[in-house]
């Protein structure tokens, strides 16, 4: 008999699903010991290309979101007065995608430091920032 977790149970091995065989086999598990790489060795192009000059304005502290411009170094990621496109396209980091069509050392650092605010400060739970189309394609660009 073959447990599968659950109280259930096979009585023959050729019943498991065959992506059970393969996961499950201890020589599978011997492949996971590889060391992990520290980074990739090559990325795929983005699909969604940004725009330099953009990119360029955020550096120099202004966010264009949703048709309005956000002037700040580091953007108050819950502006009680801010429309909810604006705040959405915040905390979705699409802009991100702009940053990284600056394309230089500056611009790098700064997408790396304005991800470390949202963490340390944005991360809270909101409607806007949680919504799920939101949490998507902030998912995405930190991919």
Not at 74 to 90: K, S
Request: charged share 20%; glycine share 6%.
């Amino acid at each position: 008999m073959i447990a599968l977790g659950a109280g259930k149970f096979l009585d023959d091995w050729s019943q498991l699903p065959a992506a059970d065989l393969v996961f499950a086999n201890p020589l599978y598990q011997l492949s996971l010991l590889a060391r992990v790489p520290k980074r990739l060795a090559r990325l795929p192009p983005s699909p969604w290309p940004g725009s330099a000059e953009r990119g360029s304005a955020i550096l120099a502290g202004r966010f264009n979101c949703a048709g309005q411009t956000v002037r700040a170094d580091r953007p108050d990621w819950f502006h009680r007065d801010a429309a909810a496109a604006v705040l959405a396209e915040l905390h979705s980091f699409s802009w991100l995608d702009d940053l990284a069509a600056a394309g230089d050392e500056a611009a790098q650092s700064r997408a790396r430091d304005l991800v470390a605010d949202w963490l340390v400060r944005g991360r809270k739970w909101s409607r806007v920032s949680w919504a799920p189309e939101v949490l998507g394609s902030r998912i995405a660009a930190w991919l």
